[in-house]
């Protein structure tokens, strides 16, 4: 029989929410036991380390942004709208300045400033604060005050992630919480009335020479895996072979179990059933991102809502110069406005035009983009870009003649770059709203081509990730029934509950909720 141990909460799940989450029991006084079927991180440790914060933080003062909570609310309630009731999106936005410096408070770094005068998806070290959502775009501006809310955390190239993670995980061993590593939770325990007083889970000792061996093949594939999850599948497989061969049973018991275990795009069955529109993307995450937690919380009694929305990543830029240009589907019709943020943009794409699309530049743009790419752009973002400067493009000298190459109507494309030069020659500017310095007429060949589809490339594909999961009670993070009422000491947070995020993502705005939701569900579920 396995050992049982007693705690006050388990957290199931080590990556930002399940950090914040142990933290803020742990400050409450509570016994915290956090289990992780890795070794801790979860998507956030390969994140870009974005926390998206505004109403007046220490950051945007030093870069001299005056923004309110009111102007975030008035901005976020656009690409919110009924993900969360507006009293938690109010409470959100008020909490937003503290929550960063709960963050400085676990010790993880942030840097104000100028943020960069470009449109990018991801800054270069020059900068730590900028526009990381639509608040420039149409029609977002109309309706708030744009101000940069991406604060990144300090670290250089695309270690931010990382860095917040091992922040966040040292405050908590800090404050006493217990991490069990290569911890694969398979069963809520449940009283006869439904409550959950524990979990049932396998582990590895970690000085196993399975365990050593999975951390290598972890350390080798992590970051690539979360990209390119096909180009290291084999490796990801044989690494969880070890670790079953290994698993020994265990139990644990608590007066509260939160489940912080991610979202489901690894579970390519819950995909096709929930949001087949979005097969083709790229899988962005774990390998645990698998829906374990929310299979858990639907077994206990809980309820899911938000399950169709996936966030699909078409960023264009940078360099900013590719945001110039028109993007069009097969029929040749525009998709979208090309500076929209690029979750938005690739919901568009997703949704409407099957996931097939195409920018199109004319001459004088695509000379524009080589000139930016040394200013604006990292080291990741140059590799794509080679690509696409490379054998990735398309060219011809009429737009008839790209059309063709492409597969595109070459009528309908006609169309849509006349109507478009024809709108700037009057000064009626561009139909779809876009930034007018982004608006350069396309006029003169050669004329140029990349495709945007979403299986255009292994080199250049649209990554994403899942946005539903178990419907939580707002107030305090526990998991509600679908015929009503909670289940008692169960909680949920971060991408295995729904939250603020869950009907459309901005960077940085899912780590946010990670922090906002796991505080929440640690703090009620250790005063249970």
Known sequence: MPTVDEYDVIVVGFGAAGASAAIEAADRGARVLVLDRGWGGG???????????????????????????????????????????????????????????????????????????????????????????????YPFREHAEPAPRGHR???????SGRELFERLRDSALAKGVRFAPLARVHDLIQDEDGT????????????????RRHKLITKATGKLGTWMPGAVAGAVGYGERLLAEAAQPAEARARAVILAAGGFINNREWVRRYAPQFEKISPLGTVGDDGTGIRLGLQAGGTTDKMGKVTAWRFLSP????????????????????????????????????????????????RKIRTQIREQTKMFQRLQI????????????????????????????RKTVDEYNRALAAGEGDPAHKDPELCPRLERGPFYSIDISADSSMFYPIPGLTLGGLVVDEDTGEVLRAEGGVVPGLYAAGRTAVGVCSNGYISGLSIADCVFSGRRAGAHAAGR
Request: aromatic share 10%; glycine share 12%; net charge neutral.
């Open 386 to 413: 080679w690509y696409l400067l490379g054998p990735g493009h398309r060219k011809a000298d009429t737009i008839e003649a790209l059309a063709a190459k492409n597969g595109i109507d070459p009528a309908g494309l």
């Open 196 to 211: 959950v007083t524990g979990v049932r889970y396998t582990v590895v000792d970690p000085r196993h020479r399975n365990a």
């Open 43 to 137: 998507a956030t440790a390969y994140s870009g380390g974005i926390v998206y914060a505004g109403g007046g933080t220490d950051e945007q003062r030093a870069g001299g942004y005056r923004d309110t909570v009111e102007n975030m609310r008035d901005y976020l309630a656009q690409e919110v709208r009924d993900a969360v009731r507006p009293e938690t999106l109010a409470r959100f936005c008020e909490q937003s300045p503290a929550l960063i410096e709960w963050l400085k408070r676990q010790g993880v770094p942030f840097r104000g400033g100028a943020a960069p005068a470009y449109k990018t998806s991801y800054p270069t070290d020059r900068h730590y604060l900028y526009y990381s959502g639509n608040e420039k775009a």
């Open 319 to 366: 360099p900013s110069a590719f945001l110039e240009g028109l993007t069009v589907g097969a029929d040749g019709r525009r998709i979208a406005s090309e500076d929209l943020y690029g979750a938005t943009h690739g919901d568009v794409l997703m949704r409407e035009f099957g996931g097939r699309g195409w920018a199109i530049y004319d001459a004088a743009t695509w």
């Open 153 to 159: 955390v300090v670290a250089p190239g695309m270690r």
